[in-house]
């Protein structure tokens, strides 16, 4: 079974610009999370979509948006970089709530 | 409302030493919780998961923890440290209703393991 997948691994913009990340859940995971894990900041909650919905949001601005596809799969979306933007972001899908998430190796996304 | 707490932020054991990484939780709704392991530029690894079956979870690589309700812990042990397991714990409650639920991460317990 292929786990979550996500790309680009690592993705280099400037300040103002726009960063396109995406994520494939596992096979069967209709709902999918985004995670921001900044420097000494831990795991910050982003995005919940579950069938193609957002189910809930974290406490980011909304220049963090995103979506879910018919087939699952997921993109988020940051506009108007800054510089606290820089860091690894996560995505992990589960099969319904109340399971545990699983997890991809995320997308490292520098602010220069 | 449901929160966690990680006592710990860094734990440090000397190899073959046992190893215990602290973890309470609150939750208005009977929850389901994990614990989850990170090693450098990773995602997170599930070890294990309480989904309100038996109170002793066995997890991989030899981890354990036990749901204690009474103390609202769920703390996670290993018998015998080994070098491998130096990284980063999360614990994580999960609880809600269909249009509440959430994951709540703990900050993380950094694992050292000395030789």
């Known amino acids: 079974e292929a786990g979550v997948t996500q790309s680009p691994t690592h993705l280099i913009k400037t300040r103002g610009q726009q960063a396109t990340l995406r994520c494939s859940p596992i096979s069967g995971h209709t709902s999918v999370y985004w995670y921001q894990q900044a420097l000494g900041l831990g795991l910050q909650f982003l995005l919940w979509y579950d069938e193609g919905e957002e189910r809930n949001r974290g406490n980011f601005p909304p220049r963090f948006s995103g979506r879910q596809f018919p087939n699952y799969s997921s993109e988020l979306n940051v506009n108007a970089l800054e510089l606290e933007d820089s860091a690894l972001y996560l995505c992990?899908?589960?099969?319904?709530?109340?399971?545990?998430?699983?997890f991809g190796d995320g997308t490292r996304l520098s602010i220069l | 409302a449901q929160s966690v707490t990680q006592l710990d932020s860094h734990v440090s054991v000397s190899e073959g030493t046992p190893v215990l990484l602290r973890c309470n939780y609150s939750s208005s709704y009977s929850p389901s919780l994990f614990w989850y392991v990170q090693h450098p530029n990773k995602g997170l690894q599930l070890l294990l998961k309480y989904t309100s079956a038996a109170t002793l979870v066995k997890g991989i690589n030899g981890f354990e923890a036990e749901f204690k309700k009474s103390e609202t812990s769920f703390h996670l042990t290993k018998p015998s440290a080994h070098m491998s397991d130096a990284a980063e714990y999360f614990c994580v409650v999960s609880a809600g209703t269909s249009g509440t639920y959430k994951y709540i991460f703990g900050t993380g317990t950094r694992l050292k393991v000395l030789a």
């Open positions: 992990a899908s589960s099969p319904q709530t109340g399971q545990p998430q699983h």
